[in-house]
């Protein structure tokens, strides 16, 4: 086929010229490293690539939040492992004062190092992490969410809700424990729930703010008269009664002020023990009687978290009362009470620890997952992104000799012609 | 004697004539459109008798036909695959550029700058200077997305142009051609004719390569053609005889057709090949385009914003829209003789004024009149109206006009609305908080089906037969006892409890409404789990949509190339073909040149001996 020596000429110019651009796009995508990232240049592989990007996302997000739980439960770990030196603190002190032989100088040293050990707990409860945010607030964001008040009372400002952070596809890790379950929620062994900072108190009032409430249990011959410390307020109250019939443990819900039904519950007790009971003429007042020795012992007023004595006690003497009313401590202040409390409040940090170790370990093992699944998609990524620097160079080589080719060849042809043979 | 004389002079004469035509051929070796001449070397009827001789029958040579090498299939074939080339020219080389500009660098690194500032927001809420990297990340990715769109729109409206440009060529092209077949009908068969012929073709290449057409000879004057557009019947005439049509495109690539005919009607037509069918194309994909990516971006703002409209700000107020794709087109009036534009500076739909607006300068200030014509708003240099405002930057005239026409919805409009960290809504709308001293592990949730903020105790007054209380947490009022159902639900007012797990007897648990803590991130953690699509409730997966558009998108273009591939090597198929016939090589004309200019020296040379033999004639005498 003839075509001319115009089109011969135009189609090897567009033939240099689409070389030139082959080899002007593979130098670039050299310079840059990289492969064409266009879905036009190859779908498959921008659709194999946009995904393993958007998973390498998804994972840098969950390891930022792992490493951000990491760090709070790393602080929080540290600060419950410094409540939990105080606790134990707090059980060698309780140990010390239950001792017999404890004398009053010790035991008021050992109150205000409990007292110094109170400061040191509320300074715990009120840490916070590496960026300043409160450890126990749970979702209120208070800085300072354990505060005293000015009669002593240790209030909880914050939330019982806990900050999660997404960090994985169907998980949510929390970052913490809040106050609320930290520092107000110490399981009692008898099944109540109570404050770190009220089992403190109890053991400071045990130790020595009370001196004359030392004993829990008053008896009296014949008759006795009971005043219940009216600040514990209404709410469920036990107490053992004993007469010359025997013992027993009676309950009821006492109204302030009103011991209607705490008098009823003994008197409905009173073919165990021998005792009767009435409202005194005081009206808050609850007055026993009985044939023989009668005694009133472990006043227990759920509710009631005071330092003060759960009852007053006197003798009767035909209804009269007879020398000083005695304070009762309340059956918490008991010595044993105060030591179990506290180991209470031992295991309590233990179990926080326990838990916080255990959202830590997992939040360790979740990041060793992300950061292996972070390298199988790095390494995907890579195999789709980056340019196989060796083939490119073999193409780019190729198509040099092509062009180079083409353009001698062109040369030689176009300068061969029949006019130099003309004469 | 003459015979010799007339044949040599005759073969002279034709081979003159072929030499010079072979000199034409070989200087317009690269003239554009020029068709090989041949010259046909017809044996002489016989040598014409003479005062000295009589007529011969049986001898001479006459080169008298010079013919222009022109077949008509190749030059159809060439001019459909210059048009189909020329339409992918346009439209594979506008498409990969604006591949590169959605692949790269654009809406799809911000939005994955936003997700990750709203997960580092949920793990500090409490922190300003985050939230400020969220504020940061959502005006990022609102001007990336906003100027993807003007991006988009500028190449349509710069398609447009080059559209109204390649149209005016046409017709400029079509009034040539409609001079030169009036030039070409008055020049008989004279030599002036192939030169016109060529012309005329190269206009008609140049015509089909701005838009398809069908080329047919005219039925009455076989050197003209008449032209059609397109290459299905019934199109209208473009060029009929000495007369051209008079075309005009719209900005979205659509032909009006007045043909050359007087008084026949306009016709419009889309057209598919040629420049002009590329550029329509083109426009139509990018058209396409836009909508898609003011879908996604429509998207985003709905997602994220019921998101939003869950969680509650610091100050308890549910959450805004985060993005608004709200938006006029300003268009000012050609007349306009003041230096003043309009610019829109705040949108919101749903409260400006509905439709078309215009602003007209009257006696000093601007009046704002809806689409009904009623005046609703003035001002001096703004005016502010609710849900829009607009200023008017430089010198007004009395009678300057814009007209602000919505295109509410377009990628382009779309803006982050929170400028304070504290709009931001990080936390939930509802706080439930089990009381500390819980011995059960039940978990309540708690759902408005209507109003209501104050903040409720919710106890287990039984957990064996499922009876709770509800109390006013301010007071200690009881709201309402009731027992929970099977599934442990129950509704109270406004409210829908729902207990999950084993509750024990005296649990009780707090319920805030509307006043989320400072480092409650319920609300960015939401937004933040926006990255990938929740399947339940379609929201989110913004990444991976926007790779679906690109992949289809991809796709076009990648289809695109192939098609202008293909089209380039139908064209040099066809070219090669029409080459064949029509091109010059020098070689051919190279050896025809040496042949021609032997013949001419044989006949120079027999009309020597001619003249030396009536010589001696003469001389014997």
Same mark, same amino acid.
Do not use: C
């Given at each position: 086929?003839?075509?001319?020596?115009?089109?011969?000429?135009?189609?090897?110019?567009?033939s240099?010229? #689409?070389?030139?651009?082959?080899?002007?796009?593979?130098?670039?995508?050299?310079?840059? #490293?990289?492969?064409?990232? *266009?879905? &036009?240049?190859?779908?498959?592989?921008?659709?194999?690539?946009s995904?393993?990007?958007?998973?390498?996302?998804?994972?840098?997000?969950?390891?930022?939040?792992?490493?951000?739980?990491?760090?709070r439960?790393?602080?929080?770990?540290?600060?419950?492992?410094? %409540?939990n030196?105080?606790?134990?603190?707090?059980?060698?002190?309780?140990?010390?004062?239950?001792?017999?032989?404890? #004398?009053?100088?010790?035991? &008021?040293?050992?109150?205000?190092?409990?007292?110094?050990?109170?400061a040191?707990?509320?300074?715990?409860?009120?840490?916070?992490?590496g960026?300043?945010?409160?450890?126990?607030?749970?979702?209120?964001?208070?800085r300072?969410?354990?505060?005293?008040? %000015?009669?002593?009372?240790?209030?909880?400002?914050?939330?019982?809700?806990?900050?999660?952070?997404?960090?994985?596809?169907?998980? &949510?890790?929390?970052?913490?424990? &809040?106050?609320?379950?930290?520092?107000?929620?110490?399981? *009692?062994?008898?099944?109540?729930?109570?404050?770190?900072?009220?089992?403190?108190?109890?053991?400071?009032?045990?130790?020595?703010?009370?001196?004359?409430? *030392?004993?829990?249990?008053?008896?009296?011959?014949?008759?006795? *008269?009971?005043?219940?410390d009216?600040?514990?307020?209404?709410?469920?109250?036990?107490?053992?009664?004993?007469?010359?019939?025997?013992?027993?443990?009676?309950?009821?819900?006492v109204?302030?002020?009103?011991?209607?039904?705490?008098?009823?519950?003994?008197?409905?007790?009173?073919?165990?023990?021998?005792?009767?009971?009435?409202?005194?003429?005081?009206?808050?007042?609850?007055?026993?009687?009985?044939?023989?020795?009668?005694?009133?012992?472990?006043?227990?007023?759920?509710?009631?978290?005071?330092?003060?004595?759960?009852?007053?006690?006197?003798?009767l003497?035909? #209804?009269?009362?007879?020398?000083?009313?005695?304070?009762?401590?309340?059956?918490?202040?008991?010595?044993?009470?105060?030591?179990?409390?506290?180991?209470?409040?031992?295991?309590?940090?233990?179990?926080?620890?326990?838990?916080v170790?255990?959202?830590?370990? %997992? %939040?360790?093992?979740?990041?060793?997952?992300v950061?292996?699944?972070?390298?199988?998609?790095?390494?995907?990524?890579?195999g789709?992104?980056?340019?196989?620097?060796?083939?490119?160079i073999t193409?780019?080589?190729?198509?040099?000799?092509?062009?180079?080719?083409?353009?001698?060849?062109?040369?030689?042809?176009?300068?061969?012609?029949?006019?130099?043979?003309?004469? | 004697?003459?015979?010799?004389?007339?044949?040599?002079?005759?073969?002279?004469?034709?081979?003159r004539? @072929?030499l010079?035509?072979?000199?034409?051929?070989?200087?317009?070796?690269?003239?554009?459109?020029?068709? +090989?001449?041949?010259?046909?070397?017809?044996?002489?009827?016989?040598?014409?008798?003479?005062?000295?001789?009589?007529?011969?029958?049986?001898?001479?040579?006459?080169?008298?036909?010079?013919?222009?090498?022109?077949?008509?299939?190749?030059?159809?074939r060439?001019?459909?695959?210059?048009?189909?080339?020329?339409?992918?020219?346009?439209?594979?080389? $506008?498409?990969?550029?604006l591949?590169?500009r959605?692949?790269?660098?654009?809406?799809?690194?911000?939005?994955?700058?936003?997700?990750?500032?709203?997960?580092?927001?949920?793990?500090?809420?409490?922190?300003?200077?985050?939230?400020?990297?969220?504020?940061?990340?959502g005006?990022?990715?609102?001007?990336?997305?906003?100027?993807?769109?003007?991006?988009?729109?500028?190449?349509?409206?710069?398609?447009?142009?080059?559209?109204?440009?390649?149209?005016?060529?046409?017709?400029?092209?079509?009034?040539?051609?409609? +001079?030169?077949?009036?030039?070409?009908a008055?020049?008989?068969?004279?030599?002036?004719?192939?030169?016109?012929?060529?012309?005329?073709?190269?206009?008609?290449?140049?015509?089909a390569?701005?838009?398809?057409v069908?080329?047919?000879?005219?039925?009455?004057?076989?050197?003209?053609?008449?032209?059609?557009?397109?290459?299905?019947p019934?199109?209208?005439?473009?060029?009929?005889?000495?007369? =051209?049509?008079?075309?005009?495109?719209?900005?979205?690539?659509?032909?009006?057709?007045?043909?050359?005919?007087?008084g026949?009607p306009?016709?419009?037509?889309?057209?598919?090949?040629?420049?002009?069918?590329?550029?329509?194309?083109?426009?139509?994909?990018?058209?396409?385009?836009?909508?898609?990516?003011?879908?996604?971006?429509?998207?985003?703002?709905?997602?994220?914003?019921?998101?939003?409209?869950?969680?509650?700000?610091?100050?308890?107020?549910?959450?805004g829209?985060?993005?608004?794709?709200d938006?006029?087109?300003?268009?000012?009036?050609?007349?306009?003789?003041?230096?003043?534009a309009?610019?829109?500076?705040?949108?919101?739909a749903?409260?400006?004024?509905?439709?078309?607006?215009?602003?007209?300068?009257?006696?000093?200030?601007?009046?704002?009149?809806?689409?009904?014509?009623?005046?609703? @708003?003035?001002? /001096?240099?703004?005016?502010?109206?609710?849900?829009?405002?607009?200023?008017?930057?430089?010198? !007004?005239a009395?009678?300057? +006009?814009? $007209?602000?026409?919505?295109n509410?919805? =377009? =990628?382009?409009?779309?803006?982050?609305?929170?400028?304070?960290?504290?709009?931001?809504? !990080?936390?939930?709308?509802?706080?439930?908080?089990?009381?500390?001293?819980? $011995?059960?592990?039940?978990?309540?949730?708690?759902?408005?089906?209507?109003?209501?903020?104050?903040?409720?105790?919710?106890?287990?007054?039984?957990?064996?037969?499922?009876?709770?209380?509800?109390?006013?947490a301010?007071?200690?009022?009881?709201?309402?006892?009731?027992?929970?159902d099977?599934?442990?639900r129950?509704s !109270?007012?406004?409210?829908?409890?729902?207990?999950?797990?084993?509750?024990?007897?005296?649990?009780?648990?707090?319920?805030?409404?509307?006043?989320?803590?400072? /480092?409650?991130?319920?609300?960015?953690?939401?937004l933040?789990?926006?990255?990938?699509?929740?399947?339940?409730?379609?929201?989110?997966?913004?990444? @991976?949509?926007?790779?679906?558009?690109?992949?289809?998108?991809?796709?076009?273009?990648?289809?695109?190339?192939?098609?202008?591939?293909?089209?380039?090597?139908?064209?040099?198929?066809?070219?090669r073909?029409?080459?064949?016939?029509?091109?010059?090589?020098?070689? $051919?004309?190279?050896?025809?040149?040496?042949?021609?200019?032997?013949?001419?020296?044989?006949?120079a040379?027999?009309?020597n001996?001619?003249?030396?033999?009536?010589?001696?004639?003469?001389?014997?005498?």
């Amino acid at each position: 086929m003839t075509i001319g020596n115009a089109l011969f000429a135009e189609l090897n110019i567009q033939s240099f010229r #689409g070389l030139r651009g082959e080899i002007s796009d593979l130098q670039g995508r050299i310079a840059s #490293g990289t492969q064409d990232p *266009r879905a &036009s240049a190859d779908p498959l592989r921008f659709v194999r690539l946009s995904a393993a990007t958007e998973q390498q996302d998804t994972l840098g997000r969950y390891a930022d939040n792992l490493r951000l739980a990491g760090d709070r439960l790393d602080h929080a770990d540290t600060v419950l492992a410094e %409540a939990n030196q105080i606790a134990q603190r707090l059980g060698e002190i309780a140990l010390r004062s239950a001792t017999d032989s404890t #004398g009053d100088d010790f035991r &008021s040293a050992l109150a205000a190092e409990v007292e110094q050990l109170r400061a040191a707990l509320i300074d715990v409860a009120n840490a916070t992490d590496g960026g300043g945010e409160s450890l126990f607030a749970g979702l209120s964001g208070v800085r300072a969410p354990f505060r005293e008040s %000015a009669e002593g009372d240790v209030a909880y400002h914050g939330d019982a809700a806990v900050q999660r952070l997404r960090t994985s596809e169907t998980r &949510s890790l929390q970052t913490g424990v &809040s106050g609320a379950e930290a520092f107000l929620g110490v399981e *009692r062994a008898d099944g109540q729930v109570g404050s770190v900072f009220d089992i403190v108190d109890d053991l400071a009032a045990s130790i020595g703010a009370h001196p004359g409430a *030392r004993e829990s249990a008053f008896a009296a011959e014949g008759g006795l *008269r009971l005043s219940l410390d009216p600040d514990a307020g209404s709410g469920p109250t036990r107490l053992t009664v004993e007469g010359p019939d025997g013992r027993a443990e009676v309950a009821a819900d006492v109204a302030a002020g009103s011991p209607g039904a705490l008098v009823a519950a003994i008197n409905a007790a009173t073919a165990e023990t021998g005792v009767t009971a009435s409202v005194a003429p005081d009206g808050a007042s609850i007055d026993l009687a009985g044939a023989g020795t009668i005694s009133v012992s472990r006043i227990v007023q759920e509710g009631a978290r005071g330092t003060g004595p759960a009852a007053e006690a006197v003798a009767l003497d035909a #209804g009269t009362p007879v020398g000083a009313p005695e304070a009762l401590r309340p059956l918490r202040h008991d010595k044993q009470a105060q030591m179990d409390a506290v180991d209470t409040l031992q295991n309590h940090f233990a179990d926080l620890r326990s838990k916080v170790g255990a959202l830590g370990a %997992a %939040a360790e093992s979740q990041g060793r997952t992300v950061e292996n699944r972070q390298v199988m998609i790095r390494e995907a990524v890579a195999g789709l992104e980056d340019l196989d620097v060796a083939a490119a160079i073999t193409d780019l080589r190729t198509r040099l000799v092509t062009l180079q080719a083409a353009q001698q060849s062109f040369v030689k042809v176009s300068g061969l012609s029949l006019f130099d043979y003309l004469r | 004697m003459s015979d010799i004389f007339n044949t040599a002079f005759q073969g002279l004469t034709a081979y003159r004539k @072929a030499l010079s035509v072979t000199g034409e051929n070989i200087a317009n070796v690269d003239s554009e459109g020029y068709h +090989r001449r041949d010259v046909l070397l017809d044996p002489a009827g016989g040598a014409r008798g003479s005062v000295l001789s009589e007529g011969r029958s049986d001898s001479g040579l006459r080169g008298t036909d010079v013919r222009r090498a022109l077949d008509w299939l190749a030059a159809a074939r060439s001019r459909t695959a210059a048009s189909d080339k020329a339409a992918a020219d346009v439209l594979a080389p $506008t498409l990969e550029t604006l591949e590169g500009r959605l692949t790269e660098g654009g809406p799809r690194e911000a939005l994955s700058g936003m997700m990750r500032a709203l997960a580092q927001a949920a793990a500090a809420p409490q922190n300003d200077g985050v939230r400020a990297t969220v504020l940061a990340a959502g005006e990022t990715l609102a001007a990336s997305v906003a100027d993807l769109g003007r991006d988009i729109d500028r190449m349509a409206r710069g398609l447009s142009d080059r559209a109204a440009q390649t149209v005016t060529g046409a017709n400029t092209t079509l009034e040539a051609l409609a +001079r030169v077949q009036r030039e070409i009908a008055g020049a008989g068969d004279g030599d002036s004719l192939a030169p016109l012929l060529d012309r005329r073709d190269r206009l008609v290449t140049d015509l089909a390569e701005t838009v398809g057409v069908t080329v047919e000879p005219d039925a009455r004057d076989p050197d003209l053609v008449r032209i059609t557009l397109g290459d299905k019947p019934g199109r209208p005439a473009l060029l009929d005889r000495g007369s =051209a049509a008079h075309l005009d495109v719209d900005a979205q690539g659509t032909l009006t057709v007045r043909p050359p005919a007087v008084g026949a009607p306009a016709q419009t037509h889309v057209p598919e090949t040629g420049r002009l069918g590329g550029l329509s194309q083109t426009l139509g994909a990018l058209r396409a385009t836009a909508g898609t990516l003011d879908g996604w971006a429509q998207k985003i703002a709905d997602d994220m914003a019921a998101v939003h409209a869950d969680g509650r700000t610091r100050a308890g107020d549910p959450g805004g829209a985060l993005f608004s794709l709200d938006g006029w087109t300003v268009r000012p009036a050609l007349a306009n003789t003041g230096s003043a534009a309009a610019e829109v500076t705040a949108a919101d739909a749903a409260t400006a004024p509905a439709g078309e607006l215009t602003f007209v300068r009257e006696s000093g200030v601007w009046r704002g009149y809806d689409a009904s014509g009623t005046e609703f @708003a003035t001002g /001096a240099d703004r005016i502010d109206v609710p849900g829009l405002s607009v200023t008017f930057p430089g010198e !007004a005239a009395d009678g300057d +006009r814009f $007209t602000l026409a919505p295109n509410h919805g =377009a =990628a382009e409009n779309m803006r982050f609305l929170p400028t304070d960290p504290g709009q931001l809504a !990080a936390g939930g709308a509802i706080t439930v908080s089990p009381d500390s001293a819980n $011995t059960g592990g039940a978990t309540l949730a708690v759902a408005r089906t209507g109003p209501h903020t104050d903040a409720i105790d919710v106890r287990i007054r039984d957990a064996a037969t499922g009876e709770v209380a509800i109390h006013d947490a301010a007071d200690g009022d009881a709201i309402a006892t009731d027992k929970l159902d099977a599934d442990g639900r129950v509704s !109270a007012g406004a409210l829908s409890l729902t207990l999950t797990g084993a509750a024990a007897t005296g649990d009780s648990y707090r319920v805030v409404f509307d006043s989320p803590g400072a /480092a409650d991130n319920r609300t960015f953690a939401a937004l933040a789990d926006l990255a990938t699509e929740d399947p339940s409730s379609g929201l989110g997966g913004f990444g @991976a949509r926007y790779d679906d558009i690109l992949a289809d998108f991809g796709a076009q273009v990648s289809a695109a190339r192939t098609r202008q591939e293909g089209t380039a090597a139908v064209k040099d198929r066809a070219d090669r073909a029409m080459a064949e016939v029509s091109g010059v090589d020098l070689d $051919t004309e190279a050896a025809r040149l040496s042949s021609y200019q032997q013949a001419y020296e044989a006949n120079a040379r027999a009309l020597n001996v001619a003249r030396e033999i009536f010589e001696t004639l003469l001389n014997s005498m």
